[in-house]
């Protein structure tokens, strides 16, 4: 059985930093990817990665803030985020996709985690 399960998330200051990890059981994907769900609004890309971590992908609202790596050895993919802002807040899902092409189109992800609180504070 598949399972994805994130965790870190929780209530930072604007500025501050987390780092999100998504725990993958079952089996390894090609394709790991993160999205955010803020109140109010519908489910957006925020970055993804190759199996092998030589590509990475970012929306363009966190470029040069977050970062996304995994370890395939522990089959744990993570997101590094610096320099929160309070348009940050969300719950944040990791997503996993079976094809060797990264992608940031939402359908293209068959798995996905549970999601995890985070907030960002002003």
């Known amino acids: 059985q598949v399972q994805l399960v994130e965790s870190g998330g929780g209530l930072v200051q604007t500025g501050g930093s987390l780092r999100l990890s998504c725990a993958v059981s079952?089996?390894?994907?090609?394709?790991m990817g993160w999205f955010r769900q803020a109140p109010g609004k519908e489910r957006e890309f925020v970055t993804t990665?190759?199996?092998?971590?030589?590509?990475?992908y970012y929306a363009e609202s966190v470029k040069g803030r977050f970062t996304i790596s995994r370890d395939n050895v522990a089959n744990t993919v993570y997101l590094q985020m610096n320099s929160l802002k309070p348009e940050d807040t969300a719950v944040y899902y990791c997503?996993?996709?079976?094809?060797?092409?990264?992608?940031?189109?939402?359908?293209?992800?068959?798995?996905w985690g549970q999601g995890t609180q985070v907030t960002v504070s002003a």
């Open positions: 990665i190759s199996l092998n971590g030589d590509y990475t």
């Open positions: 079952g089996r390894t994907f090609y394709t």
């Open positions: 997503a996993a996709r079976r094809w060797a092409d990264p992608s940031k189109v939402e359908n293209k992800y068959g798995y």
